[in-house]
C-alpha cells in the first residue's frame, strides 16, 4: 500500500512541474533539456502562429526542434 502511495506522489509530481508549453514564457521553456534562448523563442512563434500546441509531438513543427530534441524533453512537457 505504501508503494502504492508513493508512486502516486511521485506522478503527480511529474505532472505539476512538467512545463506547460501553450502557457509558459522564454525562461521557463529553457528549463527544458535541449532548449536555449533561440528554441524558445522559435516556440513561442508557433505557439503564437498556430492558436497553441495541441500535442507534444507537434514541437517537431518548431524551427530547430527535431526528434532527438523532442526526445530529451518530452517528459519534461505538458500540454494544456
Same mark, same amino acid.
Given at each position: 500500500?505504501?508503494?502504492?502511495?508513493?508512486?502516486?506522489v511521485?506522478?503527480?509530481?511529474?505532472l505539476?512541474?512538467a512545463v506547460?508549453?501553450?502557457?509558459?514564457?522564454?525562461?521557463? %521553456?529553457?528549463?527544458?533539456? @535541449? #532548449? &536555449? $534562448?533561440?528554441?524558445?523563442?522559435?516556440?513561442?512563434?508557433?505557439?503564437?502562429?498556430?492558436?497553441?500546441?495541441?500535442?507534444?509531438?507537434? %514541437?517537431?513543427?518548431?524551427? @530547430? #526542434? &527535431? $526528434?532527438?530534441?523532442?526526445?530529451?524533453?518530452?517528459?519534461?512537457?505538458a500540454?494544456?
Open positions: 500500500m505504501i508503494k502504492m502511495l508513493l508512486l502516486f511521485f506522478m503527480a509530481s511529474l505539476f512541474s506547460n508549453v501553450n502557457k509558459a514564457n522564454s525562461a521557463q %521553456l529553457q528549463t527544458l533539456n @535541449g #532548449i &536555449g $534562448p533561440t528554441k524558445a523563442q522559435e516556440i513561442i512563434k508557433y505557439r503564437k502562429s498556430h492558436g497553441g500546441f495541441k500535442t507534444v509531438d507537434e %514541437l517537431v513543427n518548431v524551427k @530547430g #526542434i &527535431g $526528434p532527438k530534441t523532442l526526445l530529451k524533453m518530452k517528459s519534461q512537457v500540454i494544456r
